[in-house]
Nanobody, 119 residues
Framework: QVQLVESGGGLVQAGGSLGLSCAAS????????MGWYRQAPGKQRELVAT???????NYADSVKGRFTISRDNAKNTVFLQMNSLKPDDTAVYYC?????????????WGQGTLVTVSS
């Protein structure tokens, strides 16, 4: 069984910063791509940023230059540093990871953490 446990998030004023983290645990042979997605009220879930096992990153245009994704492979953990936050960044942020066991590969989601940016 695999779990993704997120931490961080909360309330911040526009222009401020927040950090999120997500740790994968369980019967894991390899953690492949990891990423962050978000879902604002009334909107579909959207990609924020992804990072490969080798450290290659990809960002949504809306967060480029403000957000940084990173990972600690030894701890199966992915991070999202969010700077210069805007009210439009308000959403529930979800961690995602593609994880392999001995004979399987499956995608997993974290429980979500709320980020609220006040104007």
């Amino acid at each position: 069984q695999v779990q993704l446990v997120e931490s961080g998030g909360g309330l911040v004023q526009a222009g401020g910063s927040l950090g999120l983290s997500c740790a994968a645990s369980g019967t894991i042979v390899r953690v492949n791509n990891m990423g962050w997605y978000r879902q604002a009220p009334g909107k579909q879930r959207e990609l924020v940023a992804t990072i490969t096992n080798g450290g290659s990153t990809n960002y949504a245009d809306s967060v480029k230059g403000r957000f940084t994704i990173s990972r600690d492979n030894a701890k199966n953990t992915v991070f999202l540093q969010m700077n210069s936050l805007k009210p439009d960044d308000t959403a529930v942020y979800y961690c995602n990871a593609v994880i392999s066991g001995t004979l399987w590969t499956q995608g997993y989601w974290g429980q979500g953490t709320l980020v609220t940016v006040s104007s």
